[in-house]
């Protein structure tokens, strides 16, 4: 099984699409391809409460490929691009300074990935973009039908951001209140600082909303708390959305990131987990969200590790193609 469609130039040359993968432009070609899994950007920071520059995250993530055309997952054995059929499909069509119309516009795209039985691989963005992209993944797979894993040091379920419905700090609850995911199979990961206040707790309780924060991965052990966390989500659904917010992992790991955190995750505990939920699951949809390029170090290093995220869920998702294509 090989991809006919690998990258042909080193990362460094040309136009820097995810992992010099090919650029396709219309939902027509992108049909035309098969595709196994797709890149597409949500470049929208109007969600954002503190520092903004998440709309260029899409851009510095895909700068970050640095890796030549054959590339080999060393853990899992397997290159990803030759197992499976990938492509960039560019960014959704947002429109600055109109939050609700870019969150259609990314719904749409994240919509006809979906259709095709393909897996979107979404580069935010704020975490607002998990609202329309969950949202089209359960449009199309049934409301209720997927769980969520989310990684991240904040809940984002308050009611409202300073009196705003949609914003970064709201999505998991409007996602809930829609009805696209029930309250009981939305698991949180890596939870810990100031906020949220008690009283938004309370509501994720009535949800039924299962939550894991850092002092439980510290008591627990990262293993144990990462089997409860995919149990809790898979009762009842057979397909799991992922959406990391790389301010799960400490600052020191991802400085460049809106609402940094102290005492998170390291990206080698980060990488692990993502292989680990998209090995274990049958996984319909990533979101890497809240990298803000202009807080980067010059190592970008922020930018490298959300890159790695999705290589990690490409990687997963090879292993499992093969096993299906051997069975
Ligand atoms: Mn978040
Ligand atoms: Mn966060």
Same mark, same amino acid.
Do not use: C
């Given at each position: 099984m090989v991809h006919d469609r690998m990258p042909t130039e080193p990362a460094f040359a040309g136009i820097p699409t995810f992992l010099k993968l090919p650029y396709v432009q219309t939902l027509e070609a992108l049909q035309a391809e098969t595709p196994d899994a797709v890149v597409l950007g949500?470049?929208?920071?109007?969600?954002?409460?503190?520092?903004?520059?998440?709309?260029f995250g899409p851009r510095a993530i895909r700068a970050a490929s640095n890796l030549g055309r054959s590339i080999r997952h060393l853990g899992l054995e397997v290159e990803p691009l030759r197992v499976l059929r990938v492509f960039d499909y560019g960014d959704a069509s947002v429109l600055p300074q109109d939050l609700q119309r870019s969150h259609e516009a990314v719904r749409a795209k994240v919509e006809e990935v979906v259709r095709l039985g393909a897996v979107p691989l979404v580069l935010g963005g704020?975490?607002?973009i998990t609202l329309p992209s969950a949202q089209a993944v359960a449009a199309v797979l049934g409301q209720g039908n997927v769980g969520v894993v989310h990684f991240d040091a904040h809940a984002d379920t308050a009611s409202d951001d300073w009196g705003s419905p949609i914003s970064h700090g709201t999505p998991m609850r409007r996602l809930i209140e829609s009805g696209a995911v029930r309250g009981s199979n939305f698991v949180q990961v890596g939870l810990r600082g100031y906020w949220p206040p008690a009283d938004v707790f309370d509501w994720m309780g009535e949800q039924g909303m299962r939550w894991h924060t850092m002092y439980e991965i510290d008591e627990r052990g990262f293993d144990a708390v990462l089997d409860t966390a995919i149990a809790e989500a898979l009762e009842g659904p057979s397909a799991v959305y992922l959406s990391v $917010?790389?301010?799960?992992?400490d600052p020191a790991y991802?400085?460049?990131?809106g609402t940094p955190e102290p005492g998170g995750l390291t990206a080698r505990e980060l990488l692990r987990a993502v292989r680990k939920v998209a090995l274990a699951t049958h996984l319909v949809g990533l979101d890497i969200v809240e990298?803000?390029?202009?807080? $980067?170090?010059p190592g970008a290093i922020t930018a490298e590790v959300a890159h790695r995220v999705v290589l990690e869920v490409l990687s997963a998702l090879a292993v499992k193609k093969l096993a299906r294509s051997e069975a």
């Amino acid at each position: 099984m090989v991809h006919d469609r690998m990258p042909t130039e080193p990362a460094f040359a040309g136009i820097p699409t995810f992992l010099k993968l090919p650029y396709v432009q219309t939902l027509e070609a992108l049909q035309a391809e098969t595709p196994d899994a797709v890149v597409l950007g949500a470049p929208i920071d109007m969600g954002t409460t503190n520092r903004p520059g998440a709309r260029f995250g899409p851009r510095a993530i895909r700068a970050a490929s640095n890796l030549g055309r054959s590339i080999r997952h060393l853990g899992l054995e397997v290159e990803p691009l030759r197992v499976l059929r990938v492509f960039d499909y560019g960014d959704a069509s947002v429109l600055p300074q109109d939050l609700q119309r870019s969150h259609e516009a990314v719904r749409a795209k994240v919509e006809e990935v979906v259709r095709l039985g393909a897996v979107p691989l979404v580069l935010g963005g704020d975490h607002s973009i998990t609202l329309p992209s969950a949202q089209a993944v359960a449009a199309v797979l049934g409301q209720g039908n997927v769980g969520v894993v989310h990684f991240d040091a904040h809940a984002d379920t308050a009611s409202d951001d300073w009196g705003s419905p949609i914003s970064h700090g709201t999505p998991m609850r409007r996602l809930i209140e829609s009805g696209a995911v029930r309250g009981s199979n939305f698991v949180q990961v890596g939870l810990r600082g100031y906020w949220p206040p008690a009283d938004v707790f309370d509501w994720m309780g009535e949800q039924g909303m299962r939550w894991h924060t850092m002092y439980e991965i510290d008591e627990r052990g990262f293993d144990a708390v990462l089997d409860t966390a995919i149990a809790e989500a898979l009762e009842g659904p057979s397909a799991v959305y992922l959406s990391v $917010d790389v301010d799960v992992l400490d600052p020191a790991y991802a400085p460049a990131t809106g609402t940094p955190e102290p005492g998170g995750l390291t990206a080698r505990e980060l990488l692990r987990a993502v292989r680990k939920v998209a090995l274990a699951t049958h996984l319909v949809g990533l979101d890497i969200v809240e990298v803000a390029p202009p807080y $980067d170090g010059p190592g970008a290093i922020t930018a490298e590790v959300a890159h790695r995220v999705v290589l990690e869920v490409l990687s997963a998702l090879a292993v499992k193609k093969l096993a299906r294509s051997e069975a």
